[in-house]
């Protein structure tokens, strides 16, 4: 007689993370940051994805030791992630914008803590999108509203442009697409995407296609101009500036966005904390990067040449000028609190990856020079511009980082428009360079 065969039964599961929220995350980022953390964080093992009973759903599950760990993805927008977390339906919110006053409110009545503070609110990775063009195409550079007026249909012909006559071609990704919920909410705004503009679901297949059509202009992540043009894109009032990982990284490229997750302040889940701590680790930056992010991690690179006819005040900021001529400027910036001399979230997590970059850089000489926007005082502002900057000083001193020189740039050098909350934020700077 032969003995009957047994089934082991199947492993208990435990459900250690809920991320709920933006898609730009959710897709591709949140999941190689959760096979991270289940494989290498906690050591599990035969690691599996399961799609979920919804589009843009998915489970990751390993096992650690008896029990099958499980961390739960749900992707379908920033705004549900923010409704989730307060109605406690996850651990944590993933969003591609920064939270809106009345969502934080909403939260913070509820206990969880103040949602803008940098205990709450973690900057993850940046986004970048390049605007590319056929390479025959003479226009080198758009400011960013002529960009809203051709991706929204209202300039139709290049020679509105500047350019060559000819019927501008639309190229877009489609409603799905991350980089398309990008380019929408920084160019677009409000305004709807040109009707009958060609949609693409890759952006290989977008940029290939422009590569070939001489009236055609779209978009793309940074890894993928291949064989098209990018273009400059000047905000309003601002210098034109080309996409690149540093231009991005600095935030200094008008289409660049943060990205956040927001959690309690006093998470009763562990995972919760540990999971922070793994995605702004450097080898969480390095999965942001693997995957076409761009990332935080320090890196140096050389910045084009100032153009002086912009400048004001060419005298107040010679020694500037100076100063930073053939230096290597660092891969961030750091930025501040409006009226104020405290760093913001960034700003704090910064300071850190700047010292694990300098610490075996020691004989380098380290400037930094601060920058403001234009609201009050001409003067003033070069005060606190340079106020700004010696705070970042004081908190590189305090982890035994030496800085040699310090200088203002006032109001000068905008990277964005003064014209809006967001601009006036972004040209409220410190840069860090070394020679």
């Not at 550079?141 to 007026?149: G, K, N, S, V, Y």
């Not at 009226?339 to 970059?357: H, S």
Request: with cysteine; charged share 25%; net charge negative.
């Amino acid at each position: 007689m032969q003995k009957s065969e047994t089934t082991a039964p199947p492993l208990p599961e435990e459900t250690i993370l809920r991320l709920h929220g933006s898609n730009t995350i959710g897709a591709e980022f949140a999941p190689a940051l959760a096979s991270e953390y289940l494989t290498a964080v906690l050591g599990g093992e035969n690691l599996v994805t399961v799609p979920g009973a919804k589009e843009n759903e998915v489970f990751l599950k390993a096992r650690v030791k008896d029990r099958l760990m499980v961390v739960e993805i749900h992707a379908h927008g920033s705004t549900t992630g923010f409704k989730d977390l307060e109605a406690g339906g996850c651990d944590v919110a993933m969003s591609s914008r920064k939270i809106k006053e009345k969502e934080a409110v909403s939260l913070q009545t509820l206990g969880l803590g103040d949602m803008t503070a940098v205990t709450n609110e973690h900057v993850i990775a940046l986004d970048g999108i390049a605007v590319i063009v056929n390479k025959s195409n003479k226009i080198n550079t758009l400011e960013m509203p002529q960009l809203a007026a051709v991706f929204s249909g209202q300039v139709t012909d290049w020679a509105e442009l500047g350019g060559g006559p000819g019927a501008i071609t639309v190229y877009a990704r489609d409603d799905n697409s991350g980089t398309y919920d990008t380019f929408k909410s920084i160019v677009l705004d409000k305004q709807k995407l040109k009707e009958g503009s060609k949609r693409f679901e890759s952006n290989p297949e977008l940029s290939e296609q422009v590569a070939r059509d001489p009236l055609a202009i779209g978009f793309t992540s940074l890894p993928n101009i291949n064989k098209a043009k990018a273009i400059a894109i000047a905000d309003t009032g601002a210098k034109s500036i080309f996409p690149s990982f540093f231009t991005v990284a600095t935030e200094d490229y008008p289409i660049a966005r943060r990205l956040y997750l927001y959690t309690a302040i006093n998470p009763e889940n562990h995972h919760v904390r540990d999971f922070v701590e793994l995605v702004h680790s450097h080898r969480g930056q390095e999965i942001a990067n693997s995957i076409g992010m761009v990332d935080m991690n320090i890196k140096p690179f050389y910045a084009e040449k100032t153009d002086n006819s912009a400048i004001k005040n060419l005298p107040l900021i010679e020694d500037y000028l100076k100063a930073t001529d053939n230096a290597q400027r660092l891969s961030l910036n750091f930025r501040f609190n409006t009226g104020k001399v405290t760093l913001d979230n960034r700003g704090e997590r910064d300071l850190n990856r700047v010292v694990d970059f300098l610490k075996d850089k020691l004989e380098k000489k380290i400037i930094l020079a601060g920058f403001a926007d234009n609201s009050g005082d001409y003067e003033i502002n070069h005060t606190l511009a340079k106020v700004r900057a010696e705070t970042v000083a004081e908190q590189l001193r305090a982890r035994g980082i030496v800085v040699n020189h310090i200088y203002s740039g006032g109001e000068e050098l905008p990277v964005a428009t003064n014209l809006s909350p967001p601009g006036r934020e972004k040209n409220r700077r410190v840069e860090v360079w070394l020679r």
